[in-house]
């Protein structure tokens, strides 16, 4: 069983739109939980980490649910710019990350 | 420019022969992780050390990779007898603090292809 299993995708989305994607974690003993992003052929960068009372970064909501060992995140009034695979990742000395969720954003 | 750099940013080499990546981490960082990447897959954890010591190799890592932190600063990843499934993209990563993770700060990655 993989550590972190996320659904590929692909969300095709217009403008706007809201998209939420989730993944799930199978380390209990998992201390950090975050969403990075990475754009077509470029390195992962941190979008957010994941706090268990729940977050908000302007448009970008994420949640964690530690019970039922799942993350999500929701992406509101969609952008462009937002085109990317969002890659799900939990830590404890080490990073895991997911096989992303890809979002495509079309005007 | 004081990220994480990476050399080189791309290498193709024929079956059986060795390579090696060289990572330079951001200066005031004391942890350097390396990540091998696969077109569809997420970045798959190889190695890290914290300063110059190896505190953990991934299981998935073959007797024919070696990694090396002289003096906790920069890193050298050598593949040796390298096979066509070592064909992927090689990300270093590096970050501050001594327990829990902070953010990863990653390189731009050396994509090795074997023909």
């Known amino acids: 069983r993989k550590e972190v299993e996320q659904d590929p995708g692909p969300f095709n989305v217009p403008e706007g739109a809201t998209v939420a994607f989730n993944c799930t974690y199978s380390n209990s003993a998992s201390q950090s939980f975050f969403w990075y992003r990475q754009d077509c052929r470029k390195e992962p960068k941190l979008l957010m980490s994941v706090y268990s009372s729940g977050n908000e970064d302007g448009r970008f909501t994420a949640q964690l649910n530690r019970a039922s060992q799942y993350i999500s995140l929701l992406i509101r009034d969609s952008k462009l710019s937002d085109s990317a695979t969002y890659l799900c990742?939990?830590?404890?000395?080490?990073?895991?990350f997911g096989a992303g969720t890809t979002v495509t954003v079309r005007a | 420019d004081t990220g994480v750099s990476q050399d080189p940013r791309h290498k193709i080499t024929k079956r059986g022969q060795n390579v090696t990546f060289r990572c330079d981490p951001i200066?005031?960082?004391?942890?350097l992780y390396w990540y091998r990447q696969t077109l569809g897959q997420g970045p798959e954890f190889l190695t890290y050390?914290?300063?110059?010591?190896?505190?953990?190799k991934s299981r998935l890592l073959s007797d024919r990779f070696s990694a090396e932190r002289p003096k906790g600063s920069f890193s050298t990843l050598e593949i040796q007898r390298t096979e066509q499934g070592d064909s992927a993209m090689y990300l270093c990563a590096s970050s501050a603090g001594t327990n829990s993770i902070g953010e990863l700060f990653f390189g731009e990655g050396s994509r090795l292809t074997v023909l």
């Open positions: 050390f914290q300063n110059e010591a190896q505190l953990e």
């Open positions: 200066s005031e960082h004391n942890r």
């Open positions: 990742v939990v830590s404890d000395y080490k990073l895991s």
